[in-house]
């Protein structure tokens, strides 16, 4: 007996309501199985019917929006990281886990995942450790610290009280698993994760219950290493990263980075005047970003341009005798080699009778005297080389 078809009223709004609610990734996941399908169909020839055009191209599918940062307030990882809230974990493996996830940065899985012999060492017997990367397949490595390698070591020797002839995991499930061939799996180390934190308390700046996922303590393990001005390509590394596209995420949030160093350096203006960046004034973000904007867009070999990037320049060329012109101790090289080359046409062209162009050029000359003296001078103040 062959059924006929069922129409099913509504159907169409019901998708569309389903299409509405579901993430973009995941739209881009089924239709990405659909379109492996199709192609199977074709290729083993299921159905010679199934025209070429019955497939889904580049193009077809909408972006998957670029994600917001996902690292943690450092509000809540003081939390995370106090000595009382870790000791709060119902047993030391899950304790452990937590900080190689926070000092590591791997994925949930690769931490889970850890086998048993884990630990490599270097030339100089720096402690390493190896882990799978799920995500590509393939093994990698991530310097720890003597402290961390402690609590692994202290782990396997649990591991091997447990089980004497030894198993394959770090972390094996401590419940069911009699030949500890199994390993924590990421469902229930999240729920363990869940009532720890409601059992710590752990709340966000507003005083709300901190929700956090494992990965994102990979999002901050990389910010936290940006912000200490660790070179891209380190974090890249670090993070077994396949592409700069990858870590270039976390590279966003550099600003402050930047930031601070612009706070700390003494920037004069041709004048020999200090131009100052109050950092916690009214207008200290709308000012920050006019300089970023410049130091992006008119950066200039001995400093910066001051001038927003709605005006046009009536100086041409004659940057140093610009009013808007900012400098600062990091190019005080340049400043030096323009001094000595200003010295010299001067000389030149007072030889020649030029008289219009050493005039113009005795300007430039004390303007130069007045930056390179100012800056000088903090060279010689206590502090300055941290400053710079």
Not at 155 to 180: E, K, M
Not at 355 to 373: F, H, K, P, W
Request: proline content about 7%; charged content about 25%; aromatic content about 6%.
């Amino acid at each position: 007996m062959v059924r006929a078809p069922v129409e099913f009223s509504g159907a169409p709004a019901r998708m569309r309501s389903i299409a509405a609610r579901m993430r973009v990734g995941v739209k881009k996941t089924r239709i990405g199985q659909l379109n492996t399908f199709l192609r199977d169909v074709r290729r083993h020839g299921w159905d010679d019917t199934l025209p070429s055009t019955a497939a889904f191209f580049p193009g077809d599918t909408a972006p998957v929006p670029e994600k917001l940062n996902r690292r943690l307030a450092e509000y809540v990882m003081a939390q995370v990281e106090a000595p009382e809230n870790l000791d709060r974990w119902p047993d030391p493996a899950g304790r452990l886990i937590i900080l190689i996830l926070i000092r590591c940065g791997l994925r949930i899985s690769s931490a889970l995942g850890l086998e048993f012999d884990c630990l490599l060492h270097d030339g100089q017997g720096a402690p390493y450790l190896r882990y799978l990367n799920t995500k590509m397949k393939r093994e990698a490595a991530v310097p720890i610290d003597e402290r961390l390698e402690a609590d692994i070591v202290e782990q396997q020797r649990r591991v091997l009280h447990r089980w004497p002839d030894g198993i394959p995991h770090l972390f094996p499930r401590p419940n069911s698993n009699a030949t500890g061939q199994i390993p924590v799996q990421p469902t229930s180390f999240r729920g363990s994760l869940d009532r720890w934190l409601n059992s710590c308390d752990i709340h966000d700046e507003h005083g709300r219950p901190a929700k956090l996922t494992p990965h994102q303590w990979r999002h901050t393990f990389a910010c936290r290493l940006i912000n200490r001005d660790v070179p891209q390509e380190v974090v890249r590394v670090l993070l077994d990263h396949e592409s700069h596209k990858m870590t270039a995420r976390y590279a966003k949030i550099t600003d402050q980075t930047v930031r601070r160093h612009w706070e700390q350096a003494t920037k004069v203006n041709v004048n020999g005047e200090r131009v100052t960046l109050d950092p916690d004034g009214p207008l200290a973000q709308a000012q920050w970003a006019k300089t970023r904007v410049g130091m992006a867009t008119q950066t200039l070999p001995n400093g910066h341009c001051g001038l927003p990037v709605q005006k046009s320049c009536p100086h041409a060329n004659a940057c140093l005798t610009c009013p808007v012109f900012i400098t600062g101790p990091e190019f005080l090289p340049e400043l030096r080699e323009q001094h000595r080359r200003t010295l010299t046409l001067i000389d030149i062209s007072t030889g020649k009778g030029q008289t219009r162009v050493v005039e113009m050029n005795q300007q430039v000359l004390a303007n130069l005297d007045r930056m390179i003296g100012e800056i000088e001078k903090d060279d010689l103040t206590p502090g300055a080389a941290d400053a710079s």
